[in-house]
Nanobody, 124 residues
Framework: QVQLVESGGGLVQAGGSLRLSCAAS????????MGWFRQAPGKEREFVAA????????YYADSVKGRFTISRDNAKNTVYLQMNSLKPEDTAVYYC?????????????????WGQGTQVTVSS
């Protein structure tokens, strides 16, 4: 069984914060690097952040660097995306993804499993 379920999206004002969570099955999470991606209407899916299995390595898109933080709690099989200083251009459906490797990557085609997404809307 492979399962990824995102939660925590919602509507916030510009400058506000949200914390997204992605709960994963043990089989998916135990040996997986994890990533967050987003997709706005009419646009291609965009890399946001990624984290290695151990949590020791992270990588961020330039557009979110300094504002977003990815983390994981392997004991809870959960990965998080803390989003601060949100901007209207952050509005999108946010997806978590798992790669069956301990090494983080930023290319969506290299991820094996995807959640259903959670909507984040930032008002101006």
């Amino acid at each position: 069984q492979v399962q990824l379920v995102e939660s925590g999206g919602g509507l916030v004002q510009a400058g506000g914060s949200l914390r997204l969570s992605c709960a994963a099955s043990e089989r998916t999470f135990s040996s997986s690097a994890m990533g967050w991606f987003r997709q706005a209407p009419g646009k291609e899916r965009e890399f946001v952040a990624a984290i290695s299995w151990s949590g020791g390595s992270t990588y961020y898109a330039d557009s979110v660097k300094g504002r977003f933080t990815i983390s994981r709690d392997n004991a809870k099989n959960t990965v998080y995306l803390q989003m601060n200083s949100l901007k209207p251009e952050d509005t999108a459906v946010y997806y978590c993804a798992a790669r069956l490797s301990t090494v983080l990557v930023v290319t969506p085609q290299l991820y094996d499993f995807w959640g259903q997404g959670t909507q984040v809307t930032v008002s101006s």
